[in-house]
């Protein structure tokens, strides 16, 4: 209960990760502010949090259109009485040959995980000062922030611009008292990797669930990592035992990665 009565607004909470991340910080006694482009999710798990007794709020929105962003992160201030924590979580992800890949998708993914990242970090820390709190932004990286993947070289890429975002955006925010880190899963059961594996699968001549097996076989932990293992770290980075960490892109994935 570190961070109850504090109000978090988590982008992509429809599904997946971010859903996993939103129901753990309103167990945690947060209040919610649930994004995301599809609106059906959203209103699901603002249910399922206010069943929990929590208290939940939801924005349709994108996040790489910076005023949408923005008019999402003030209606939050508006309608709750605060933000105090953004979690920019929503990310897509783009699977193929670097020497197929068409300018349109590039650009694409790079509004998403990259741009929309900014525009985040811009639309808390600009709310966060005009405020005068000492906030928390909390981005969504990967183990690909760390490590270029074959096959997911341009994802890749905009994670690692996730992990440069986080640096600067730390440097430029500390003296407001604002704090900005990331959190890099590894293999995450979700509808992304559903839609990588298939991917793989299409481009490689591998079967179907082949390529999602051997990522899992590489996890020294000896299993897939689960949304709600993702929430658990987040849920510390979002309360003040992390107060004194700044600009990290930290990895979390059972043992995959090491750095
Ligand atoms: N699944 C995995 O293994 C890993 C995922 N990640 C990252 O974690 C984050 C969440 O991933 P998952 O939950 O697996 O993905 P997911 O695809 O299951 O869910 C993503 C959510 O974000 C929303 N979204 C997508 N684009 C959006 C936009 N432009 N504006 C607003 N909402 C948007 C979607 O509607 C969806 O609800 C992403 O940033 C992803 O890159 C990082 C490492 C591993
Ligand atoms: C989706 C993702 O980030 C990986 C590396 O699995």
Not at 19 to 27: D, F, Y
Not at 200 to 205: D, F, L, P, S
Request: glycine fraction near 12%.
């Amino acid at each position: 209960m570190k961070i109850k009565g504090k109000t978090v607004l988590v982008t992509g909470s429809g599904r997946g990760i971010g859903r996993s991340i939103a129901l753990r910080l309103a167990q945690d006694g947060a209040n919610l502010a649930l994004v995301d482009m599809m609106p059906d999710g959203i209103s699901a798990v603002a249910n399922e949090i206010k069943a929990l007794g929590g208290r939940a709020i939801t924005f349709t929105a994108d996040v790489s259109d910076p005023q949408q962003i923005t008019a999402a992160v003030e209606s939050t201030v508006h309608e709750l009485g605060g933000m105090d924590i953004m979690i920019n979580n929503a990310g897509i992800a783009l699977i193929g040959p670097l020497i197929d890949t068409e300018p349109a998708a590039v650009e694409r993914v790079m509004r998403v995980n990259v741009n929309g990242v900014l525009w985040g970090i811009q639309a808390a820390a600009r709310s966060f000062k005009a405020r005068s709190i000492p906030g928390k932004i909390i981005s969504g990286c990967s183990i690909a922030g760390h490590e270029g993947y074959a096959l997911l070289g341009v994802y890749s890429a905009t994670k690692f611009a996730v992990r440069a975002l986080t640096q600067a955006a730390a440097k430029e925010l500390a003296s407001d008292g604002i704090t900005v880190n990331s959190y890099c899963p590894g293999v995450v059961g979700t509808d992304m990797w559903v839609e990588i594996d298939k991917r793989m699968a299409e481009v490689t001549g591998a079967k179907v669930g082949e390529t999602y097996d051997k990522f899992v076989n590489n996890i020294a932990l000896g299993r897939a990592q689960t949304p709600e293992d993702v929430a658990a770290f987040v849920s510390y980075l979002a309360g003040p035992d992390s107060d004194y960490m700044t600009g990290q892109s930290i990895i979390i994935d059972g043992g995959l990665v090491y750095r």
